[in-house]
């Protein structure tokens, strides 16, 4: 019998790399352990919240899974809806306006529905308290996404579409290898920015009180929560610390690699993938190596292939299935809305004439301040944006940094800029206008990046040889080559601004409620007191005057910026 020499041992040809990714599996297997006792255990409407450090890894591990749970159903919602609203004839005109609609609609809007039906529907277990919180979470980062997702399937260029005509790619063929691949590099920024503003509005959907009662769940946000209310310092820095070194491992294990495998896409000449140090070193594993060539040996297996000729009965079948499975599902939603309007218009009728000039009078309070934070945000991202959009070297370096900086969640330090407001005299009504600033200036930051970098180097070189002051290259150069993304920004900042509203104006600090007017706070106010009337009325409200500017003020703006200012016309 031959015996193997220490050489050739396989546990000695396993490096460091090895062991490290064998640790990173069970760790894996013990977080998903830990994390489906949690959710099948008793339910515990008032989880108990421990400020002590030892306990903020498993809050950690308790948050991000449901943030990740909320960015996967996010992803598949995006796929599926975006297809059929880009796709499927006819479908546009109904699936965007109600995209439209969905996405005004503040995370608390969604929150009674949620929470009691799913905790009705597992009265005994914390999964549909779980549940409704990972679904609070999707509402705050789907809506980025799916317009995102849409965006891109329209502008599939008309060559493209003919190529995979002619060459006979089914619909999942042309979906995997033309649409999502075109698509793939704005899902994946698009998708760091959904989950951030899942993230934003983290300590609303682990703790939050409905009427009498008071649901928290353990994780991060629920633990900043608390620590903000008994105005524990400590407690609230080692929130950040935590929450810091979250977005650090989602940047490194998640959105790193994505954009990495996203730059193939790239339609630049010489595309320059963005570093991962992580991955190189994690790349030199030869069990990742052995388990990567499996699965692409899996994958590369040919399908058998029957070739079946279609008879015209067979091919008008499913045109005619189509088309009744077109009418059941307009009639199905026809059903559903009339019923959700007539149910609506019992509960607003229970408000008084001082409730309503209660929620117009907020509108008009919120509206100011929103405008005014997207214009303060404007001074300071449209130059920055601009310069580091113009030196791709200082764009390089700085976008991961402004990435994980945006990622972090702004009401984790609303309490700093709170107290720094309250120490000079303010008050929340002119703090509210920083804190909105603080969670929407990143959307207007990254399309201007964005526009300034695709502006034509030989457009600079023009610039600079007619020897135009730099108050002429801005009017007419950068402001017209920038407006399309700054647009873009514009119109994602302010319905993010609607959003954030809701815990701008409204506020547990150091045992005390502090609170602004406004329809933010009105909403936040009826959640609490559980005046499900009052909170209809408002949230519908937000939603009719987000749309209404939508369509009034950024569409016609939206059409000035194809026509008259797009570089590719």
Do not use: C
């Not at 529907?121 to 799916?146: D, H, Y």
């Not at 070193?281 to 990742?288: N, T």
């Not at 695709?454 to 730099?470: F, G």
């Amino acid at each position: 019998m031959t015996q193997l020499s220490p050489e050739t041992s396989p546990l000695r040809r396993l490096g460091v790399v090895d062991l490290a990714v064998l640790a990173a599996v069970l760790a894996g297997i013990y977080a998903v352990v830990t994390v489906a006792r949690e959710w099948a255990g008793h339910l515990q409407p008032l989880a108990e919240i421990h400020l002590e450090a030892r306990y903020l890894p498993g809050y950690l591990l308790y948050s991000l899974t449901r943030g990740l749970l909320a960015y996967g159903i996010s992803f598949v919602f995006t796929l599926v809806y975006g297809y059929i609203m880009a796709r499927v004839t006819g479908a546009e005109r109904l699936l965007l306006p109600i995209l439209d609609i969905l996405q005004s609609i503040p995370v608390l809007g969604f929150l009674p529905g949620l929470v009691l039906g799913l905790v009705h529907l597992f009265p005994q277990r914390n999964f549909g308290l779980e549940l409704a919180s990972v679904l609070m979470i999707f509402t705050g980062q789907v809506w980025n996404m799916t317009f995102s997702f849409h965006r891109s399937l329209k502008a599939v260029p008309p060559d493209l579409a003919i190529v995979a005509r002619l060459t006979h790619l089914t619909r999942w063929q042309r979906f995997l290898h033309l649409d999502l691949s075109y698509a793939a590099t704005g899902l994946v920024w698009n998708s760091m920015m959904s989950m951030a503003g899942g993230w934003f509005f983290l300590t609303v959907s682990e703790a939050f009180v409905l009427g009498k009662h008071d649901f928290r769940l353990p994780g991060l946000g629920s633990y900043m929560s608390v620590a903000i209310e008994r105005g524990d310092g400590l407690a609230q820095v080692l929130g950040v610390f935590t929450m810091a070194v979250m977005i650090v491992l989602l940047d490194q294990l998640v959105w790193r690699p994505l954009l990495t495998w996203s730059h193939k896409f790239s339609d630049e000449e010489n595309p320059v993938a963005p570093g991962w140090w992580l991955g190189s070193w994690f790349w030199r594993s030869r069990l990742l190596h052995a388990s990567f060539a499996r699965v692409r040996q899996w994958f590369r297996r040919p399908a058998p292939r029957t070739p079946v000729r279609e008879t015209r009965v067979e091919r008008a079948f499913p045109q005619g299935l189509l088309r009744l499975g077109r009418w059941l599902l307009l009639g199905g939603l026809v059903v559903a809305i009339g019923y959700a309007v007539i149910q609506f218009t019992r509960l607003v009728l229970q408000l008084n004439r001082d409730d309503w000039f209660l929620i117009l009078g907020g509108t008009a309070l919120t509206f100011s301040r929103v405008l005014a934070a997207i214009v303060l945000a404007s001074l300071w991202t449209i130059p920055a944006g601009v310069w580091i959009g113009r030196h791709p070297r200082w764009s390089q370096r700085l976008q991961p940094i402004i990435q994980m900086v945006a990622s972090f969640p702004a009401p984790m330090v609303f309490p700093v800029v709170v107290g720094l407001v309250l120490a000079l005299g303010g008050g929340l009504g002119s703090g509210s206008i920083l804190l909105l600033m603080l969670g929407t200036q990143w959307y207007i930051l990254f399309n201007v990046i964005a526009g300034s970098s695709a502006i034509p180097r030989e457009l600079w070189e023009v610039t600079r040889l007619m020897k135009l002051s730099t108050t002429q290259q801005w009017r007419r150069l950068i402001l017209p080559a920038i407006f399309p993304s700054l647009l873009t920004g514009w119109i994602t900042a302010m319905g993010g601004a609607w959003n954030a509203s809701i815990v701008a104006e409204f506020m547990k600090y150091q045992n005390r409620t502090l609170l602004t007017p406004g329809l933010g706070s009105l909403i936040s106010q009826a959640t609490e007191q559980g005046r499900f009337n009052l909170l209809a009325a408002a949230v519908a409200t937000m939603a009719v005057t987000v749309v209404a500017f939508n369509r009034l003020v950024w569409k016609p703006l939206g059409h000035l910026a194809e026509v008259r200012y797009s570089l590719e016309t």
